[in-house]
């Protein structure tokens, strides 16, 4: 078992490119998340899916899309990078969407900076 | 989400046990407490979690307060791989979604 792996470790880009996250989970779990963390900070929720088929807002979704291909896999889409979405980016996943006892698995990050 | 207090940073000696504390004053009767740890350069990874009871496991210890307003995770010998950032957390029962992460108790093991 992989857990959670995401798609690519680094990546530099120029402001105003676009770019795709990719994150996979071989875990069979209902649901996946997006999260980032800037330097010294706590992670905060960008998007979540709580099923295939469904997405909603975290605290904070501006800039960002994605979308939820399907039950393995959920990517994250800058469309026009600002040098404020520097950040790492870590994908979760955890199996019962909506209970207390919600253990989420991270993967590995994915650390972006945009010039 | 009700909100924790956790010091910024705490120390400890290698092989010794270490208590890190969190206070959450404003827990509702239905929030759980979690804790993950995020080690250096990695993702957070779960620890523990509780409601009411004191809980263990293979990792750690929580101790929670009788009035629920504090808890402590306990780690009973610490080693240098324990060195991490440490989140308490808490959560809904029903429709908790989201992981609401503070800044946490950055610990440092000397050894």
């Known amino acids: 078992n992989a857990g959670v792996t995401q798609t690519p470790k680094f990546q530099v880009l120029k402001t105003g490119q676009s770019m795709t996250l990719q994150c996979a989970q071989d875990m069979n779990h209902n649901s996946m998340y997006w999260y980032r963390q800037d330097p010294g900070m706590g992670l905060r929720l960008i998007y979540y899916?709580?099923?295939?088929?469904?997405?909603d807002k975290g605290e904070v979704p501006n800039g960002y899309n994605v979308s939820r291909l399907n039950k393995r896999e959920f990517s994250l889409r800058l469309e026009s990078a600002a040098p404020s979405q520097t950040s790492v980016y870590f994908c979760a996943s955890s199996d019962r969407p909506g209970a207390s006892y919600n253990e989420q698995f991270f993967g590995p990050g994915t650390r972006l900076t945009v010039l | 989400d009700a909100k924790t207090t956790q010091p910024n940073s705490m120390e400890s000696n290698e092989e010794e046990p270490v208590h890190l504390p969190c206070n959450h004053s404003?827990?509702?009767?239905?929030?759980?407490i979690h804790w993950y740890r995020q080690l250096p350069s990695q993702g957070p990874e779960y620890v523990i979690h509780?409601?009411?009871s004191n809980v263990n496991n293979r990792m750690a210890s929580l101790a929670i307060a009788e009035d629920r307003k504090s808890s402590t995770l306990i780690l009973h010998r610490a080693t240098l791989r324990d060195a991490a950032v440490y989140y308490c957390?808490?959560?809904?029962?029903?429709?908790?979604?989201?992981?609401?992460f503070g800044q946490g108790t950055r610990l440092t093991i000397n050894p």
């Open positions: 899916s709580a099923s295939e088929g469904t997405t």
């Open positions: 509780g409601l009411t």
């Open positions: 957390i808490l959560r809904a029962f029903q429709g908790a979604q989201k992981l609401v």
């Open positions: 404003t827990i509702s009767g239905t929030d759980y």
